[in-house]
């Protein structure tokens, strides 16, 4: 059986040129993989946020048309939101200890 002669091996000019590649590659290149991962990390968290955003804004368009087209949801809507009331009318607004 015959023993790999290892030093033959790692001062081969084809494995060093390879090793300084890849080291070029993983460390000092421009988009080396250090900065990929941490650029995909990123982006993972922006399709997150846009997901999140596009959910609001189907729910704001749902919560739209029905204001543009339903007077009892707008007239719902107001008196939640915006304390309105009709005339003779008291409003009151209770707080729990915690807000």
């Known amino acids: 059986m ?5 030093r033959r091996i790692l001062l081969n000019k084809y494995f060093i040129l390879t090793l300084v590649f890849a080291l070029l590659i993983i460390f000092f290149d421009k988009y080396n993989l250090l900065k990929l991962h941490k650029m995909n990390k990123e982006l993972r968290g922006m399709q997150e946020q846009l997901d999140k955003y596009n959910e609001e804004y189907e729910k704001d368009s749902i919560t739209l048309e029905r204001l543009k087209n339903d007077p ?18 008291e ?3 209770i707080q729990s200890p915690d807000e």
Not at 2 to 6: L, S, V
Not at 79 to 87: A, G, L, N, Q
């Open 91 to 93: 409003v009151y607004i």
């Open 2 to 6: 015959k023993r790999i002669n290892w």
């Open 72 to 89: 009892k949801f707008r007239e719902e809507y107001a008196r939640e939101h915006y304390f309105m009331k009709k005339k003779n009318e």
